[in-house]
């Protein structure tokens, strides 16, 4: 064993072989404090590209499976078994009733379908294996879904299982970040608090882009930590290339964490100034390189031989990624959405804006049961640290994921445009690190008085915090919220008084606050991987733990929030769809058939009113006759699969809708293209009604689905329009076909010359 100086704290560290980057010692309760923080840095000269000493020289090649279950020589015996245990448990729960949500959001699945058949459509993230146009998003978190497809067949399984495997994964780099600087403990916490998250146990069961976004910022802080310890350039460029595969899921919100990771390197690498700017220009070039090789073929091929960029007015990647999917989203002024709102503390058609965002009934129940803690902690290892050398990785480790778990909470809260309630978990990785970090570090100081009290205070923060989020849910489980607060200001009295506890009383006070500060969030998270949840804006936890106004909702609650018929958010039962139609604003009606989350069936009602896009009578928002709303699809018959179905090999459509969700759930249902005409919300300008009437001209299109989408778009505009004036022209000019409750236009028997 070798000592060696530690210059930031003035203690010594010890570890088992020089070039090693194991674990901290544990914390080993002897009723004092431990006064090792983490590991040392490698005994590495500034840049070099290999250790002095290769790991494990000199020791005896060990069996691969007892390498697998031991782990590191230098950590625990129980260390390793514990990850993988977390794994294990991690994977059982999150694949847990998988399939009881189906298709999930239908609009990404019908385009896993079409990646799995084309392809052209795979490359480009089509919603049909025809290449109408494309989902409003770049086409990377559809590729291991398509794969999957591809090989196991179409089913929920094949679909929702990548995304679970993201999750765990993401369990897995968080708690390789934290073992390697603090402990196997600090990662084992921030793993359990990252698995236990409500809006992660829903994400990483749900086949939207979020999943393999949060997977890829995670590497990407955990490479940007990797060139700090030694300043080795390979782990800039790795972390370059993660975020340019994320902008390929997820476009400009890849950037958010960008700011502080970059200034955290310029200041406090271990290599000379100028080589620290050389290294971020080549992580910067890494991620064009990752991220840009996509968009550059898109915006080259000639749009006459690809799909139509969905989101987009002008049939261009770039616009929809600095306008829809870009500055939109924090302005508000997304030209060809559903709206926009809010901003500056207001109340928009997005919910409620301001610092307290993440705390509010919209947004809390989601991320926020351990944010005040992680905020406590987070200053709390800054302040310990403030005296540290300027390349001292404790210190740039608290940086690192607390400058990205701030930079992304300031943009969340304020960001006026489009803003779902799952787009938080992007912040839950950082809230577990904090958290894992800020309470090893604080557990091993806890000596002196300071490091009890904060540590004591953040376990308040969090029973009190638990206590509130659980109130508003008050008929869910309503003795849990009291156990929550009593145990956690229990554990936090004996956390004051630690260090005059023996170890067994000091083993309790610190096992009981942790209990107490994720049981809300599990309570939560059971409830959530045990409903079924489909849809485009799905929400975690029990029934009412989560409203948000939206368009025309005023921010009134999910539950009721759209105008135009029934909506159930949650349930395990069938939801009919109810009402004639809404006014413009308020809050008491939904869109027509919604089942925003259930394990039940979706039949549409029958409106009256609702946005324009439709034949008059036949309401645009969902329509009547079981066509699919603007955030969920259609409840397919059997009898109208049979009909899309006849002949559907003579066409290159078997049918087309208004709005992708509407066009989604029969594609779905009949393994047959069907295009969506306008995109997500049928506000596209494409295709164009003289590109239609070609189509239908060149017996290509068989069917027209009546209703579905926005139709009438943003403010009336001629582009945006274009879907209304198809269904104009269609209901006009066609044989109309009533299948049940549903109704279709037979586009190869026209009632007029047209």
């Not at 921030?190 to 995670?218: C, E, I, K, Q």
């Not at 960001?415 to 091993?444: C, D, K, N, R, S």
């Not at 994720?518 to 989560?546: E, M, N, Q």
């Not at 596209?684 to 009604?689: E, G, K, V």
């Amino acid at each position: 064993m070798t000592t060696q100086p530690d210059t930031s704290t003035g203690t010594g560290r010890t570890t088992s072989r020089a070039g090693d980057a194991g674990p901290a010692a544990d914390a080993r309760f002897t009723g004092g404090p431990a006064p090792v923080w983490g590991p040392p840095a490698p005994t590495l000269p500034p840049g070099a590209d290999h250790p002095a000493v290769a790991p494990g020289a000199g020791e005896p090649a060990r069996p691969l499976p007892r390498r697998v279950w031991r782990g590191r020589p230098e950590d625990p015996r129980w260390a390793r078994p514990a990850f993988l245990a977390l794994l294990l448990a991690t994977t059982v729960l999150y694949l847990y009733g998988l399939s009881a949500s189906g298709y999930a959001n239908s609009f990404y699945s019908a385009a896993v379908q079409a990646g799995s058949q084309s392809w052209k459509a795979f490359f480009f993230g089509s919603l049909d294996s025809a290449n109408a146009i494309t989902v409003d998003k770049p086409p990377a978190s559809l590729w291991p879904m398509a794969l999957s497809v591809r090989i196991f067949g179409l089913s929920s399984w094949a679909i929702l299982v990548p995304e679970v495997l993201m999750g765990v994964a993401t369990v897995g780099v968080l708690y390789a970040a934290l073992r390697r600087r603090f402990s196997p403990a600090a990662g084992l916490i921030a793993g359990a608090v990252l698995a236990l998250t409500p809006v992660a146990a829903l994400m990483f069961r749900f086949n939207n882009p979020d999943a393999m976004l949060a997977l890829l910022m995670t590497v990407t802080v955990y490479c940007v930590i990797r060139g700090l310890e030694d300043g080795r350039t390979k782990w800039l460029v790795w972390a370059g290339v993660a975020v340019g595969f994320a902008f390929l899921a997820k476009t400009l919100q890849a950037f958010l964490i960008l700011p502080p990771l970059a200034v955290l390197y310029a200041v406090c690498a271990p290599v000379s100034l100028r080589k620290r700017f050389a290294q971020i220009g080549l992580s910067a070039g890494a991620m064009i390189v990752a991220g840009g090789w996509w968009v550059a073929i898109v915006e080259l091929w000639p749009a006459s031989s690809r799909p139509y960029i969905g989101g987009s007015q002008n049939n261009s990647f770039l616009e929809l990624t600095f306008g829809y999917n870009g500055l939109g989203r924090i302005n508000g002024d997304e030209t060809g959405s559903v709206g926009g709102g809010g901003g500056g503390g207001g109340t928009g058609q997005w919910g409620e804006t301001g610092w307290n965002r993440m705390f509010n009934s919209e947004i809390g129940s989601q991320i926020s049961w351990l944010l005040p803690a992680a905020l406590i902690l987070l200053v709390a290892g800054i302040v310990l640290t403030r005296k540290a050398k300027r390349t001292d990785l404790t210190r740039g480790s608290f940086l690192a994921w607390g400058g990205a778990l701030l930079m992304t909470t300031l943009v969340f809260s304020y960001m006026a445009g489009i803003f779902h309630q799952y787009y938080t978990v992007a912040l839950a990785p950082y809230i577990a690190a904090v958290v894992g970090m800020g309470a090893t570090v604080l557990w091993e100081e806890r000596g002196k008085v300071w490091a009890s009290l904060t540590l004591a205070g953040a376990v308040t923060a969090s029973a009190a915090w638990g206590y509130v989020l659980l109130n508003r849910t008050s008929d869910y489980l309503p003795w849990l919220k009291w156990l929550v607060l009593v145990g956690g200001l229990t554990g936090a009295l004996g956390l004051i008084f630690v260090t005059r506890l023996g170890r067994s009383l000091a083993l309790a006070a610190a096992g009981l606050s942790f209990v107490a500060a994720i049981a809300g969030p599990t309570a939560y998270t059971l409830s959530t991987v045990d409903t079924g949840h489909s849809g485009s804006i799905v929400t975690a936890g029990p029934s009412g733990a989560s409203t948000m106004g939206g368009p025309g909702g005023g921010g009134g609650g999910m539950r009721g929030g759209f105008p135009g018929g029934g909506q159930n958010q949650q349930g395990n039962g069938t939801q009919q769809g109810g009402g004639t139609g809404g006014p413009p604003t308020g809050g008491t009606g939904g869109f027509p058939g919604q089942n925003q989350q259930g394990n039940g069936n979706t039949q549409g009602g029958n409106q009256q009113g609702g946005m324009p896009g439709g034949a008059a009578g036949e309401g645009g928002m969902g329509g009547g006759g079981g066509a699919g709303g603007l955030l969920n699809g259609a409840d397919v018959s059997s009898a109208a699969k049979t009909l899309l179905s006849k002949n559907a090999g003579d066409y290159t459509w078997a049918a087309a809708a208004i709005g992708s969700q509407n066009s989604a759930s029969y594609q779905l249902a009949t393994g047959k293209p069907v295009m969506a005409i306008g995109g997500f919300n049928g506000t596209d300008p494409s295709p164009t009604l003289a590109q239609f009437k070609k189509y239908v001209t060149d017996g290509k299109i068989h069917y027209f689905i009546s209703g579905g989408g926005m139709g009438g778009g943003t403010g009336g505009s001629a582009s945006a329009s274009a879907s209304s004036r198809i269904s104009s022209w269609v209901t006009a000019n066609f044989k109309k076909v009533t299948v049940g409750s549903a109704t279709f236009y037979d586009l190869t028997q026209p009632t007029t010359s047209g």
